[in-house]
T-cell receptor, first 118, second 109 residues
Framework: GAVVSQHPSWVICKSGTSVKIECRSL??????MFWYRQFPKQSLMLMAT?????????EQGVEKDKFLINHASLTLSTLTVTSAHPEDSSFYIC??????????????FGPGTRLTVT | GQNIDQPTEMTATEGAIVQINCTYQ??????LFWYQQHAGEAPTFLSY??LDGLEEKGRFSSFLSRSKGYSYLLLKELQMKDSASYLC??????????WGAGTKLIIKP
């Protein structure tokens, strides 16, 4: 099956600093990548959707200037949390989708990045 | 608005059968997914239904009724490793996944 990697798997940073998370599709071309955030004991919350070569579409309530998303190639998307604060501490998960519809539109998830802001 | 409902938590016994229900109201329908998520890990794909009926895959089966906006995930011969959250997600007319809050399944020996 398709593999999506995420780096780093966990990161601790100080309040006010920025953190970059990478999401890579290893064996397929991801035309669309999704970034989710998940707080403890809650479901996935979609933050933004990005298509290769175009600007990301952010969900309502997600600050695009704080969560910078770049989908520069068909295998790489990055999420940068700028000026991180403790309330940004969460589990960030990316997923990637290749071409096609129906079952081919299955999203393949990365392993997630646990961000802790102190 | 769009809505996915599933029970918050269920408990079952090792070796038994459990059915996790999911009802949905979405703008359009392009399929329903079930994912398994262990604590601290990303979700993993279990099943996809786009037509009415039952899809069987080993110990797991998933059922869909589009007219009723209803699906269930059936887990047989439960094992301790099946303890996890099970997420129901519907793909709407824009091919966007709408996620349920997940059902935490607790397996007892």
């Amino acid at each position: 099956g398709a593999v999506v990697s995420q780096h780093p798997s966990w990161v601790i940073c100080k309040s006010g600093t920025s953190v970059k998370i990478e999401c890579r599709s290893l064996d397929f071309q991801a035309t669309t990548m999704f970034w989710y955030r998940q707080f403890p004991k809650q479901s996935l919350m979609l933050m933004a959707t990005s298509n290769e070569g175009s600007k990301a579409t952010y969900e309502q309530g997600v600050e695009k200037d704080k969560f910078l998303i770049n989908h520069a190639s068909l295998t790489l998307s990055t999420l940068t949390v700028t000026s991180a604060h403790p309330e940004d501490s969460s589990f960030y998960i990316c997923s990637a989708r290749g071409r096609g519809t129906g079952v081919e539109s299955e999203q393949y998830f990365g392993p997630g990045t646990r961000l802790t802001v102190t | 608005g769009q809505n996915i409902d599933q029970p918050t938590e269920m408990t079952a016994t090792e070796g038994a059968i459990v059915q996790i229900n999911c009802t949905y109201q979405t703008s359009g329908f392009n399929g329903l997914f079930w994912y398994q998520q262990h604590a601290g890990e990303a979700p993993t794909f279990l099943s996809y239904n786009v037509l009415d009926g039952l899809e069987e895959k080993g110990r797991f089966s998933s059922f869909l009724s589009r007219s009723k906006g209803y699906s269930y995930l059936l887990l047989k011969e439960l094992q301790m490793k099946d303890s996890a959250s099970y997420l129901c997600a519907v793909m709407d007319s824009n091919y966007q996944l709408i996620w349920g809050a997940g059902t935490k399944l607790i397996i007892k020996p």
